[in-house]
């Protein structure tokens, strides 16, 4: 291990007087780690035990980890700077503050385990007051998260007016602190540097010089997948070695005082400002992947035995014994100390309260406000359609398309609230800002023209564009929601939101249910979604609506009209939770469902689906571009057939209005549900299945589904009009169930 050199400039009695140190480390900072690295491996051992008397349910140990979370947790700064560890870091853990109770807690699945309440598996870290962010078993989403949060913090340094509570939204529930130079870490195993979300995460925080603290915990296997096979030349080291301004250690992290001189380096470089660093640390597993697994199935003793001569806590041990800092009665002192804690802390956990069954329903959403309620119910404010003194009606009275109201919604949104970014692919109207100021250019602001105009506005801290990596998008805005702001990003069309499919399913809406309600991320997802473009194509033209609605946590919002776009998408905005705001492409500059702008204050509430056309005879249940369709075709059937058809607009697909379409039904006793995505599993057969379940004694007809056919959407206009539904396929539908 290392010591500091002595510096030969100092006198006799300065040196007597200076006490040793170790790169920095006093030797009581060395006992220190030493009692916490024990402590550690004592939790693992016990749980181990525990999991034997099948008193725990799963267990992931540290064992050979120790040395470089104890040298992370000394070099930063707890409760100050942000931490998102992975499962091995449990020292890292302790040391920031975490206790054993609160670990074995976990382990249990006790009401009171701080990291999840009993929702996620034991050492899925998380402990809000020390700055330690809920994490998920998928291996590295966490890294852009991350990326995020260290945004966030720039972000807040630069406008700390948007740190400033405010009543009447999420806002109000969401606190936000922040420090100048505060260091973002990151953990990882070997393993995971082979994921995709890793390499975006290091890019932009590279591109952005962000002070983000990764540090990859290289034990050289991912369960029985040894590291060369993980990375082309087994040294991850020297594939990122090309990434600009970072600053690079590669050291042994089974050595605490060699982990910490590294650490601490990174950490300086960090909080100066200077970019982010990659620590390399090469520890050792001594226990197999988890309790599940046998690493003598795929590792010879030899191997096995060559790393337990590396093990950090024997080392340790010995380092202190041979410096003098402790002798063998002041090392079992220490170790029983430590056993009789955890001995203690197992005992009182094994008796802690086991959450309720009935709570599991909690916390899927934010307890504190309800989007469905009446508060974000606000009427439109329509501009007085009166002529000026020019003779011509005001601008603001003329009736918009939904591209307008959207931009509008998000301009009037982004006044109101400096916590609002917007961020995504060619959202901005020009990342060379210098050709915008110089006038030289108008601008793009978005492949459609959404977001045109509001770089120019709030500038690019706020509007700005990202790399081609939509897991990133997601995955950084999911990172600095959970500092507290508000991103509203872009997936530039449905069919590419697939690379953040793992963010929007196992992270984005995950959050608040699994962190028991200690942290929570509302970001706002527009997504341009649909076809009916004419050569659109499969590939822009896809729906796939139900696989979101099928998240739960996840609000998903389709608007058919400019109106509802803008009231939805406020709502959007100011609720606190994770909305997917579907808008229909080709509903952008349709002349159908224009409307002058409402006002800045305008909301419609989510769960409320809007009547269309009232009616008697047949229920037609749909959303998006197909309302208008379905209107044109419920009008012709009226007016050839007599059959009086009440239209209903879902508006949000989740929450959906239940009473809305039972009420309906329960009027007309016959229902349709149209579509836009292909039928088969499609959103309609949940509420076909609602209808038949509950409505059973209602119904004079079979419910029935029109959607597009089980294909995918092809470029030629006569095979795409046969895929997706038409007004009169619509209409033959409508006839059908009238008849029947
Ligand atoms: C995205 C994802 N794929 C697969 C898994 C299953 N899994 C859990 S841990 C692990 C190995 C991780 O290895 P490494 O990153 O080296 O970390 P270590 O466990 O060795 O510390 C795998 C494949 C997962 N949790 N997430
Ligand atoms: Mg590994």
């Known amino acids: ?175 936000v602190q922040f420090q100048g130079d505060e260091v973002t870490y990151v953990s990882l195993g070997d393993g995971t540097t082979s994921e995709g979300e890793f390499w975006e995460a290091l890019n932009s925080a590279s591109n952005r010089r962000l002070p983000v603290l990764f540090c990859v915990e290289d034990n050289e296997y991912a369960i029985s997948v040894p590291v060369e096979v993980q990375t082309s030349g087994g040294n991850i080291s020297r594939l990122v070695s090309g990434f600009p301004n970072f600053h690079f250690e590669e050291m042994d992290g089974t050595d605490p005082v060699v982990a910490y001189a590294a650490l601490k380096r990174a950490v300086e470089y960090c909080r100066a400002g200077n970019g982010p660093a990659f620590v390399h640390a090469h520890v050792i597993r001594p226990y197999s992947h988890s309790l599940s697994d046998d690493e003598r199935l795929y590792r010879p003793d030899a191997e096995r035995q060559r790393d337990a001569a590396r093990d950090p806590i024997s080392r340790l041990q010995m380092f202190l014994l041979r410096e003098g800092i402790l002798d063998e009665q002041g090392i079992n002192k220490i170790e029983k100390e430590v056993d009789e804690e955890v001995q203690s802390a197992a005992d009182r956990a094994l008796e802690a309260p086991i959450p309720q069954p009935e709570t599991i329903h909690n916390y899927v959403y934010s307890p504190d406000l309800d989007p469905t309620s009446a508060a974000f119910d606000r009427p439109p404010a329509f501009a007085s359609p009166e002529a000026g003194s020019d003779g011509k009606r005001s601008a603001a009275s003329q009736p918009k398309t939904m591209a307008d109201l959207i931009n509008a919604t998000l301009r009037d949104e982004m006044r109101r609230d400096e916590r609002v970014l917007i961020f995504g692919e060619d959202v901005a109207d020009a990342s060379r800002e210098e050709y915008l100021k110089q006038k030289l250019i108008k601008g793009k602001g978005g492949v459609f023209k959404l977001t045109s105009g509001l770089q120019m506005e709030f500038g690019a801290d706020r509007v700005f564009n990202t790399p081609i990596a939509e897991a990133a998008i997601v995955g950084r805005a999911t990172g600095m929601a959970i500092r507290g702001l508000k991103p509203v990003v872009e997936i530039q069309f449905f069919d590419y939101i697939w690379p953040a499919m793992m963010q929007l399913r196992d992270e984005l809406p995950t959050i608040r249910w699994r962190s028991n309600n200690a942290f929570s991320a509302p970001v706002v997802v527009r997504v341009a979604i649909g076809g009916y473009l004419t050569g659109g194509a499969i590939y822009h033209s896809q729906c796939g609506e139900s696989i979101f609605t099928h998240t739960p946590g996840l609000r998903v919002v389709f608007p058919s009209n400019s109106l509802d776009a803008a009231g939805l998408l406020r709502t959007a905005i100011r609720c606190d939770d994770p909305v997917l705001f579907l808008e229909h492409k080709r509903l952008y500059r349709e002349t159908y469902g224009r409307s002058p702008y409402p006002g800045p204050d305008f909301m419609v509430p989510f769960g409320k689906a809007k009547i269309v056309q009232p009616g008697t005879d047949l229920t037609v249940i749909t959303y998006g571009a197909v309302v208008p369709r379905a209107l044109q075709a419920a009008q012709k059937l009226e007016r050839e057939q007599h059959v009086s058809v009440e239209l209903l607009d879902l508006r949000t697909l989740n929450p959906f209005d239940w009473e809305a379409i039972a009420a309906s039904v329960k009027k007309t006793n016959r229902a349709l549900i149209a579509y836009e995505d292909s039928l088969s599993w499609g959103y309609g057969a949940e509420i076909a299945a609602r209808i038949a379940d509950q409505l059973f004694h209602h119904l004079d007809a079979p419910v029935k589904r029109i959607a597009a056919t089980d294909t995918f959407v092809a470029y030629q206009p006569l095979l795409e009009n046969a895929i997706l539904p038409q007004a009169s396929d619509l209409f033959r539908a409508m006839k059908e169930l009238a008849e029947f």
Not at 77 to 102: H, I, M, N, Q, V
């Open 1 to 175: 291990m290392a010591t500091t050199k002595v510096d030969p400039k100092l006198n006799e009695s300065e040196l007597k007087t200076k006490p040793k140190t170790y790169q920095g480390l006093t030797s009581q900072q060395l006992i220190d780690a030493y009692r916490i690295m024990f402590t550690s491996r004592r939790i693992d051992d016990r749980e181990i035990l525990l999991k034997r008397q099948q008193k725990v349910f799963f267990q992931i140990s540290g064992a050979g980890h120790e040395a470089v979370g104890v040298a992370a947790a000394f070099s930063l700064k707890s409760g100050y700077d942000w931490f998102y560890p992975y499962y091995r870091d449990r020292a890292l853990c302790l040391a920031l503050g975490a206790t054993p109770l609160e670990m074995l807690m976990g382990a249990v699945g006790a009401a009171d385990d701080p990291c999840s309440g009993g929702r996620q598996m034991p050492s899925h870290w998380a402990y809000k007051r020390l700055n330690v962010v809920t994490q998920s078993s998928a291996t590295g989403t966490q890294i852009l998260h991350a990326v995020g949060c260290a945004e966030a913090g720039r972000y807040l340094s630069k406008h700390p007016n948007a740190a400033r509570k405010a009543e009447g939204d999420y806002r109000q529930f969401k606190d």
